[in-house]
């Protein structure tokens, strides 16, 4: 059997054959970015010298189902690739590496001090911070005989540093432009301060933006017909970013949540409901660290008999994985076995495991884990 891999025409293509030392892809969800990184490295397989790094924000986001190593799975072991699950490391037969890391917090940048990376590869870099992104930029050296260069996939965030360094290729309304896609340009960072050029200097290097969206993804829309709908289905601003690619907006009052959607009941009893459930999100945060640490959250609904909706209670924490299982327990036994729980169930073996390992510990409740559909979630 043979099999082709292959970037789709378009983006993909402008992206993986831009000669830029820095190429920033991306702006809408679905636009093959993890894809594309992933193919990146290949060119340089056959160099024995030759490593390229990896980086999201999180470890969880490295191996989570459909996360990176999945995706990895569908490439580099057709390439040769050997999967080292222990260092998150793909070595092949050349000598090549293609490594895996995580950068949740600006001390881990300290991790790769004295190291020499030819290539490194962001995947969601508005999840990094801007120490973070300077400070691998500065390790973004090579001996191999591979020019060093840096790759990086995003979704709009209008307060990330990102925005800042690719203005030119956007307009005013937040929207690309689409004339200046793929066009270099050149900086300079000199005491923190970035000035750019037309033309490349003795110490410049040279940069350019290439939007994409999942219109550009044809390939997704045929296997996951509902993911554009999905998209479509967001609140404003979320549909603005991920959908359309609106480097501008943000979160204002009566765009995100209106208080007339609301009601607050006066004190004294509830309706009566048909049914209760408390539904969860698990993390395993400890503290406050970083600028968007995951908690903890749980909320419990009510339905009315007039198919009305009742948010009766919301918990946030930041907890070891021993404090969510207390807390967890804490609050099934005060909720009591006539409230169901439920969580997002992940497709897979490891769904299954935490689906099993769950209902373990909540044995006498109604309690599992659904697997979604796509279109019941916003996405990320």
């Known amino acids: 059997m043979s099999l082709t891999i292959r970037p789709q025409p378009g983006p993909q293509e402008a992206f993986l054959s831009n000669p830029a030392d820095i190429v920033i892809y991306g702006g809408g969800a679905g636009g093959g970015k993890t894809f594309s990184l992933l193919l990146d490295p290949i060119r340089h397989l056959h160099n024995p010298r030759f490593s390229a790094l990896i980086v999201r924000s999180s470890y969880p986001q490295i191996k989570m189902p459909g996360g990176l190593i999945d995706a990895s799975m569908q490439i580099y072991p057709y390439l040769g690739g050997r999967f080292k699950i222990a260092a998150l ?13 995580h950068l949740r917090f600006d001390k881990d940048a300290h991790n790769f001090q004295g190291s020499e990376i030819p290539a490194i590869l962001f995947d969601e870099a508005t999840q990094i911070s801007e120490y973070c992104w300077n400070y691998l930029a500065s390790r973004n050296r090579s001996t191999c005989g591979v020019r060093p ?7 709009p965030d209008p307060d990330h540093h990102l925005k800042a360094l690719i203005a030119w290729w956007l307009g005013e309304d937040g929207f690309p432009i689409p004339s200046r896609s793929g066009v270099l340009r050149h900086f300079e960072r000199i005491d923190g301060q970035i000035t750019w050029f037309d033309q490349p200097t003795d110490h410049s ?46 979160p204002v009052a009566g765009k995100v949540f209106r208080t007339d959607w609301f009601k607050l009941l006066p004190p004294g009893p509830l ?36 198919g009305g909706i009742l948010i009766l209670d919301v918990t946030v924490d930041h907890l070891t994985p021993a404090g969510v299982t207390t807390r ?23 769904g299954e495991y935490q689906t099993q390992h769950l209902r373990s510990l909540l044995t006498g409740y109604d309690a599992k884990g659904l697997t ?9």
């Open 271 to 306: 309706p009566q409901l048909t049914r209760t459930l408390r539904s969860w999100d698990f993390a395993s945060t400890r503290d406050r660290q970083g600028t968007d640490p995951d908690a903890t959250a749980s909320v419990k609904l009510g339905l009315m008999q007039n």
């Open 328 to 350: 967890l327990q804490a609050i099934a036994a005060a909720d009591g076995p006539g409230v169901a729980i439920r969580w997002q169930r992940d497709p897979g073996q490891a």
């Open 205 to 250: 290097r040279s940069l350019t933006f290439i939007p994409s969206r999942v219109s550009d993804n044809p390939a997704l829309l045929r296997v996951n017909k509902e993911y554009l709908a999905a998209l479509r289905s967001l609140p404003l601003v979320e549909r603005e970013r991920l959908l359309e690619g609106n480097w501008a907006i943000k």
């Open 89 to 101: 490391t793909w070595e092949f037969f050349s000598g090549a590496k293609i490594v895996f890391r």
């Open 149 to 155: 260069y840096i790759r990086a996939s995003c979704n």
């Open 372 to 380: 979604t559909r796509l279109s019941q979630y916003s996405v990320g």
